[in-house]
Antibody, heavy 120, light 106 residues
Framework: QITLKESGPTVVRPTQNLTLTCTFS??????????VAWIRQPPGKALEWLAL???????NYRPSLKNRLSITKDTSKNEVVLMMTDMDPADTATYYC????????????WGQGNLVTVSS | DIQMTQSQSSLSASVGDRVTITCRAS??????LAWLQQKPGKAPKSLIY???NLQSGVPSRFSGSGSGTDFTLTISSLQPEDFATYYC?????????FGGGTRVET
């Protein structure tokens, strides 16, 4: 059974950086084809894909946020870390991580989410 | 980037109704289309992948159809636990995108 869980701060001040960790079990991110993505959802709004990292360290970012995002993995710890710089109140959202089992597949498991509020 | 449009932001239905939710892609995405269900305060749940394939454990009253640019999610007989918001998502492009969601309410 695949499980994912997000952890990180619940409140971030404007201009600060955000670091979120996705800790997972039930699969290895060194296994061929696997990837983990980050998706966010502002309160009352739709889902927005942010970034993805694959088993072979391939990385992809939302073009409009590419300059602010960084995604890394620690295969030995079963963790994926997302960093977002220069946080703004518009970045207030629930941040989810999700598992994708192969290159051309949909997400099949999601974490419970981590609500991050950007406020002074 | 590929835009995903769900023309109905909400729809009203009753238990037992047949419900159809539509999604349109701004360009051909073949069948690289997923449907997600989200209940208030909960994480999304994956229902369908490849436009027509049910994820493990998803009830058979859910079905998906379509290819190219036009897709449909159908709930054959709406159950009380199906009142939720449904999102389509394309994964044809490396830049993944979601529709705006359709809320199914009473």
């Amino acid at each position: 059974q695949i499980t994912l869980k997000e952890s990180g701060p619940t409140v971030v001040r404007p201009t600060q950086n955000l670091t979120l960790t996705c800790t997972f079990s039930g699969f290895s991110l060194s296994a061929s084809g696997r990837s983990v993505a980050w998706i966010r959802q502002p309160p009352g709004k739709a889902l927005e894909w942010l970034a993805l990292i694959a088993w072979n360290d391939y990385k992809n970012y939302r073009p409009s946020l590419k300059n602010r995002l960084s995604i890394t993995k620690d295969t030995s710890k079963n963790e994926v870390v997302l960093m977002m710089t220069d946080m703004d109140p518009a970045d207030t959202a629930t941040y989810y991580c999700a598992h994708r089992p192969s290159t051309w597949s949909a997400f099949d498991a999601w974490g419970q989410g981590n609500l991050v509020t950007v406020s002074s | 980037d590929i835009q995903m449009t769900q023309s109905q932001s909400s729809l009203s239905a009753s238990v037992g109704d047949r419900v159809t939710i539509t999604c349109r892609a701004s360009q051909d995405i073949s069948t690289y289309l997923a449907w997600l269900q989200q209940k208030p305060g909960k994480a999304p749940k994956s229902l369908i992948y490849g436009a027509t394939n049910l994820q493990s454990g998803v009830p058979s009253r859910f079905s998906g159809s379509g290819s190219g640019t036009d897709f449909t999610l159908t709930i054959s007989s709406l159950q009380p636990e199906d009142f939720a918001t449904y999102y389509c998502q394309q994964y044809d492009s490396p830049v993944i995108s979601f529709g705006g969601g359709t809320r199914v309410e009473t």
